[in-house]
C-alpha cells in the first residue's frame, strides 16, 4: 500500500484536480481543525503509533475536541493503539483489528472526502475530493466496522 499511496502523492504534485498534498505538521493540523465545524460523523482506520511522531499532544486533543463538538467518531486500529485511549468519550467508539495487521497509514473517511496520512511518505497527507472514492472507502469501513467485535 505504502507503493500506491506514494503513487498518488506524485500524481498529485502533478495534477491539483481533487487532489491536495500536506507537506507540514502545520498543513495537517489545520487540515483536522478546519473541518471541525462541516462534520457529523467523523471515521478513520489509523496507525496511531505512526501518528504520535508527528504531533501527540495534538492528537489526543483532537481527540476530545471532535468528543465536544458532539461527532459521532468511529475509529479501527491496531490492538497496541488502545494504550492511548486514556479516556472514556461519549461519542468516540473504537474496534481493533487483530495483531497480523501492521498498517502504517491512516485514513479519516468524511463526508466528501478522504485524507491518507503516512509519515513515512515524501507528503505527510494527502486529500482527495472523489465522491466515488469517498463511498467507496465508505462503505469498506462500515462493512470492516460491522465484522469487528466490540472491544472491551
Same mark, same amino acid.
Given at each position: ?21 500536506? /507537506? !507540514?505538521?502545520?498543513?495537517? $493540523?489545520?487540515?483536522? +481543525? ?6 457529523? #460523523?467523523? @471515521? ?27 461527532? /459521532? !467518531?468511529?475509529?479501527?486500529? $491496531?490492538?497496541?493503539? +488502545? ?6 468519550? #461519549?461519542? @468516540? ?28 511518505? !515524501? ?30
Amino acid at each position: 500500500m505504502d507503493k500506491q499511496i506514494q503513487e498518488l502523492i506524485d500524481k498529485a504534485s502533478k495534477e491539483s484536480k481533487g487532489i491536495m498534498v500536506l /507537506n !507540514t505538521s502545520k498543513q495537517l $493540523k489545520d487540515f483536522y +481543525l478546519s473541518n471541525l465545524e462541516n462534520y457529523k #460523523e467523523w @471515521r478513520a482506520i489509523a496507525s496511531i503509533e505512526d501518528w504520535l511522531p508527528v504531533d501527540a499532544e495534538f492528537l489526543q486533543g483532537f481527540r476530545s475536541k471532535l468528543d465536544e463538538k458532539g461527532i /459521532n !467518531t468511529r475509529v479501527i486500529f $491496531k490492538k497496541e493503539g +488502545l494504550k492511548y485511549e486514556t479516556e472514556k468519550m #461519549e461519542n @468516540r467508539h473504537v474496534k481493533v483489528v487483530p495483531d497480523s495487521y501492521r498498517f502504517k497509514s491512516s485514513i479519516d473517511i468524511l463526508d466528501d472526502k478522504i485524507l491518507i496520512m503516512n509519515p513515512h511518505q !515524501t507528503a505527510l497527507g494527502l486529500v482527495v475530493e472523489s465522491k466515488v472514492l469517498v463511498d467507496i472507502f465508505l462503505d469498506v469501513f462500515d462493512m470492516l466496522w460491522e465484522m469487528l467485535p466490540e472491544e472491551d
